[in-house]
């Protein structure tokens, strides 16, 4: 799963939820539990146990995110981003984002990451871009990781530096990129480097991260 595709997996992590005793939940929330109310959320969000309502499930989520709450901060930088219960405003999801970023979601760091790079809401910063794929990466999420690499082989944000790209290549195999696994492997056979170089052009243009080149 790339930055491009974070976004519907994301929304679709957000409505699983069981939501056994939504009457209980409910009360919770309203006596101002911020799991509670990031739980009731989720449950009006799917509409399993109640109604789906993604306007309230979003007021629920705002309330919770004020209390603290990091998933309920990244949940509404998600409603924002997709227009789920409101309009679309990016401004308005990366400052739920950044939120949930200064708490370590590494999803709110990617999806911030790309935020910069796009020009979402924000101006195109691609050192901010890197600073929270950095993040990420650090955190072992092996999409971030790739997208290190592919900021310093190309000099995205950051100088050009091909050890330390091939650096963050390995940690990307490491914490389970498959296509990092490939490009290693690749670049070990001298014999295969024309392969190489159209595997690392053909994943670039796959993560849908970068400007194009002309």
């Avoid at 789906?52 to 309330?63: F, G, M, S, T, V």
């Avoid at 409603?79 to 950044?98: D, F, H, I, M, P």
Wanted: hydrophobic share 40%.
């Amino acid at each position: 799963m790339t930055p491009r595709h974070l976004l519907p997996h994301a929304m679709a992590a957000l409505m699983l939820c069981a939501c056994t005793n939504v009457k209980d939940l409910a009360a919770k929330a309203e006596a101002g539990d911020p799991a509670a109310q990031f739980n009731y959320a989720r449950c009006l969000m799917s509409g399993k146990g109640t109604p789906r309502n993604p306007q309230e499930a979003l007021a629920w989520l705002r309330k919770a995110a004020a209390q603290g709450h990091r998933n309920a901060a990244m949940a509404a930088g998600l409603c924002y981003s997709a227009g789920v219960g409101t309009e679309k405003n990016y401004r308005t999801a990366g400052r739920y984002l950044q939120q949930a970023s200064d708490a370590d979601h590494y999803h709110a760091q990617l999806l911030l990451a790309q935020f910069y790079a796009k020009g979402l809401g924000t101006p195109k910063n691609p050192i901010e871009a890197v600073n929270h794929l950095r993040y990420a990466a650090m955190q072992g999420s092996p999409h971030a990781a790739l997208l290190m690499f592919y900021c310093f082989y190309d000099g995205y944000g950051v100088p050009h530096h091909e050890s330390i790209a091939f650096g963050w290549l390995e940690n990307a195999a490491d914490f389970g990129s498959s296509e990092a696994k490939i490009l290693l492997k690749l670049h070990s056979n001298p014999k295969k480097s024309l392969l190489f170089a159209k595997k690392v052009d053909f994943y670039r243009k796959k993560l849908d991260f970068f400007p194009q080149k002309r």
